[in-house]
């Protein structure tokens, strides 16, 4: 059974950078499609970005594209979250999940770490 455990969370100013990384034990990792998902106090568990199994193809949320990249190293059984030109309303817990099946939907991925803070003072 895959786990998962994200990091590189903390505070950062608007216009800032922070890069999430998302580690995952088991040697199934590469069959996996991973995605990221942010919820901030208040509000619903939202969508930010997926990677399929080879890394090749990318999918974003409208409200990251163009700022953050989602990339995955097979080899170190890792994904990463690069967030750039951050934003106070970025501010929330990201997850990273695993799923066999692709999609945006958080009910396409059974396997969720525990997340990680990421702040964005204005």
């Known amino acids: 059974q895959v786990q998962l455990v994200e990091s590189g969370g903390g505070l950062v100013q608007a216009g800032g950078s922070l890069r999430l990384s998302c580690a995952a034990s088991?040697?199934?990792?590469?069959?996996?499609?991973v995605g990221w998902f942010r919820q901030a106090p208040g509000k619903e568990r939202e969508f930010v970005a997926a990677?399929?199994?080879?890394?090749?193809?990318?999918n974003y949320a409208d409200s990251v594209k163009g700022r953050f990249t989602i990339s995955r190293d097979n080899a170190k059984n890792t994904v990463y979250l690069q967030m750039n030109s951050l934003k106070p309303e970025d501010t929330a817990v990201y997850y990273c999940?695993?799923?066999?099946?692709?999609?945006?939907?958080?009910?396409?991925?059974?396997?969720w770490g525990q997340g990680t803070q990421a702040t964005v003072s204005s």
């Open positions: 999940a695993a799923g066999l099946v692709a999609g945006i939907e958080a009910a396409f991925y059974d396997i």
């Open positions: 088991g040697r199934t990792f590469r069959s996996y499609q």
């Open positions: 990677v399929s199994r080879n890394g090749a193809t990318t």
